[in-house]
Structures are given as C-alpha cells and as structure tokens.
C-alpha cells in the first residue's frame, strides 16, 4: 500500500469513526476541527517541526522549498503561498526561504492554513472526505492527482485532465 493511501485511509477513517471525529457532530466548527486534528495526527503525529521529503516533487526544482512538506499539517510551499494569495486574512509566511520554513512549521500558521485549506474544499465539494482527500492530493482540486484518488477510495471511475 502507498503511503499516500495510508495518509488517506487513515483521515477517512478518523472523520468517519464514532470516537468524536467528523459525522457525529452536528456543528460545522465542531467537524472542521476534528478533521483538522485527524489530518494533523496523520501527517505529522502533531510535530510542528515535522519535514518530509517529496520524491515525487522533486524535479530540479531550485529549493528545497519546492520538494519539502512542512509542519503539522505538512503543508507544501506552493499550496500554502496559493492559499495565502487569495486569502489576505491569513498569516504572512514571509520571503526568505528560511522565514517561509519557519512560518510552515509555527503550529498557529499551519492550523490556519490547513483550516482554510478545508473549508475552501468544503466550499467547492460539500464533503469531508473529498476535503481531506483535497489536502491530501497537494494541490488545487480538479487535477489528476485527486481524480485517481477518488478512483481508487471511492470506486469510481473519472477521466483524468492530466494535470498534476
């Protein structure tokens, strides 16, 4: 099994348990921040300073910026700064890359991110689960990446628009 399929069966099933994640909840504040908490063990065990390698990212890119996740919620330099351009309310991750590191790895920025992250997939898909598999897929919906996500988790069959 990938790792990107354990992240994700491992978030579904966080949100989808009867242990206080996700559907038990009426309140929409209530579920954002189960699911956030679920993602945050998945992807970092709640290590604010957690790193990963990307692999499959780096592609002569010129920083480690560009093939790094970073924080709790590991989040990529070029998801967080899509997030932060159209979202002016959000924390400013700075310029250098050494400040854009630290602000990824400040627990405060990174669960705003990832708070802002879900509820713009919520906006766009009106599910939890395709939210974190938004996250999950590293960049904006609507690409490749999550449209052979949903394929394998949820069975179904979309054609791919090949953009990754």
Known sequence: MKLKDIVLSAALALTSSGIGFGRNSDDLNSRISDTQEAIILVESSGNPNAERYEKHLDKDKNTHLDDTSYGLAQFLYVKARELEQK???????????????ASLKNPVINRAYLRTSLIDSLELYGDFDLAIIAHNSFS?????????????????????????
């Open 140 to 164: 904006a919906p609507r690409n490749a990446r999550i449209q052979e996500m949903l394929n394998d988790v949820l069975g179904i069959s979309l054609k791919t628009d090949g953009i990754i």
């Open 87 to 101: 979202h002016p309310d959000l924390p400013r991750l700075g310029n250098s890359e050494s400040e854009i590191a």
